[in-house]
């Protein structure tokens, strides 16, 4: 698929990539993203995943990372709904479950967290972040319960 790169986050180092035949854009969005959300450039990590997604808007990967930049920014509502989307799109995806947990937590509501984290080990079992967030959500309400004051 060919389509204008009208991104002014790119930098002039991946013009040799950009002429690649056959490349598939909104992969190189989704890893130019990650990028930019590593570098703390949420503004333009969650512009990057939109562009993404005008290319597929069924590419569940793109919602659950646009939800992951939105949950960096403070909105947790917009984060909530990107990564909803993922998972109505992909319902067996480990890293919307994990990451709809941890937006879950962050917003106070422990025990939907925890069911989050347990579907993403069912689905692999081997998922570290589920297992560590999972751990932590059960901290969180063990504290937030009173039961750690011994």
């Given at each position: 698929?060919?389509?204008?790169l009208p991104?002014p986050?790119?930098p002039r180092?991946l013009?040799?990539?950009?002429?690649?035949?056959g490349?598939?854009?909104?992969?190189?969005?989704?890893?130019?993203?990650?990028?930019?959300?590593?570098q703390g450039k949420?503004?333009?990590?969650?512009?990057t995943?939109r562009?993404?997604?005008?290319?597929d808007?069924?590419?569940?990967?793109?919602?659950?990372?646009?939800?992951?930049a939105?949950?960096q920014?403070r909105k947790p509502?917009?984060a909530l709904?990107a990564?909803r989307?993922?998972l109505?799109i992909?319902?067996?995806?480990?890293?919307?479950?994990?990451?709809?947990?941890?937006?879950l937590?962050?917003q106070?509501?422990?025990?939907?967290?925890?069911?989050?984290?347990?579907?993403?080990?069912?689905?692999n079992?081997?998922?570290?972040?589920?297992?560590?967030?999972?751990?932590?959500?059960?901290?969180?309400r063990?504290?937030g319960?009173?039961?750690?004051?011994?």
């Amino acid at each position: 698929m060919t389509r204008k790169l009208p991104s002014p986050y790119r930098p002039r180092a991946l013009a040799p990539i950009l002429r690649v035949p056959g490349l598939d854009y909104d992969v190189l969005d989704e890893l130019l993203g990650y990028a930019l959300r590593r570098q703390g450039k949420l503004d333009e990590a969650a512009e990057t995943y939109r562009m993404a997604l005008a290319v597929d808007p069924r590419h569940a990967d793109s919602h659950t990372n646009l939800g992951v930049a939105l949950l960096q920014q403070r909105k947790p509502e917009e984060a909530l709904r990107a990564i909803r989307t993922a998972l109505e799109i992909d319902p067996r995806h480990v890293g919307a479950h994990t990451n709809l947990g941890v937006a879950l937590r962050e917003q106070g509501n422990l025990d939907e967290a925890v069911r989050c984290f347990r579907t993403a080990m069912e689905i692999n079992s081997h998922h570290a972040d589920a297992h560590q967030n999972l751990g932590v959500a059960l901290r969180d309400r063990i504290v937030g319960s009173g039961l750690a004051q011994g």
